[in-house]
């Protein structure tokens, strides 16, 4: 059975307040965002890049939480929050985060070391209550001097990342297509799919 719950346009008191299993599904191309609990064991966490992905592929496999534009603060403030009610044990717990975070604030003060905080301890904390967590890259852009920025921040995370959590690079696995200069078109988000799943 399908729960889910909203992420966009309420706020995180609502979402703590409702829960992850209590809302129903909803793809929601106005606000651009989706949340979908499949019943699935493994959880895609991240930004509009995952909201393409589940567009395009119509993805049962995986339980969503995707909302555009999105960074860390959203990570901590609604997502988290949310997964601490899930029970974790033996599920996989993919996070996609960092593009917006970059644009937003230029790669030299994007947030490397309050993500790198988040995944020695909110992760650790799932890692400890049975999930396994995967910590995907930003994955490159179609613009040079954004994907500079791309490449100085995942070096950076790559490093501060602890052993027991898995970090995905995806980067020369499947060859992007873009239709703009940060989101992929459906051929390429739909092979990322089926990669991210292996």
Same mark, same amino acid.
């Given at each position: 059975m399908k729960k889910t719950?909203?992420? $966009? @346009? !309420? =706020? /995180? &008191? &609502? &979402? !703590? /307040?409702? $829960? &992850?299993k209590s809302m *129903? %599904?909803?793809?929601?191309? /106005? =606000? !651009?965002y989706v949340v979908e609990d499949n019943g699935a064991a493994t959880y895609f966490i991240g930004d509009s890049r995952l909201y393409m992905m589940r567009l395009s592929t119509g993805g049962q496999a995986v339980n969503w939480l995707a909302e555009c534009g999105s960074g860390y603060a959203v990570l901590v403030n609604q997502v988290a929050p949310l997964m601490d009610q899930e029970n974790l044990f033996g599920k996989t717990i993919?996070? #996609?985060? $960092?593009?917006?975070d970059i644009i937003m604030n230029g790669g030299a003060s994007a947030p490397i070391a309050q993500y790198a905080y988040f995944y020695n301890t909110k992760a650790q904390e799932w890692a400890a209550k049975g999930a396994r967590v995967k910590v995907l890259l930003v994955m *490159? =852009?179609? %613009?040079? #001097? !954004?994907n500079s920025e791309?490449?100085?921040?995942? /070096?950076? @995370?790559? =490093?501060?990342? *602890? %052993?027991?959590?898995?970090?995905?690079?995806v980067n020369g696995v499947v060859p992007f297509g873009y239709v703009d200069n940060v989101h992929f078109n459906e051929a390429t988000s739909t092979a990322l799919y089926y990669q991210l799943l292996q």
């Open positions: 719950i909203i992420i $966009g @346009i !309420l =706020s /995180a &008191f &609502f &979402f !703590l /307040a409702t $829960g &992850f *129903p %599904n909803e793809i929601n191309t /106005a =606000s !651009l993919l996070i #996609e985060y $960092g593009i917006n *490159p =852009s179609c %613009n040079s #001097e !954004l791309i490449y100085r921040f995942n /070096a950076a @995370i790559q =490093s501060q990342v *602890p %052993n027991n959590i898995q970090v995905v690079n």
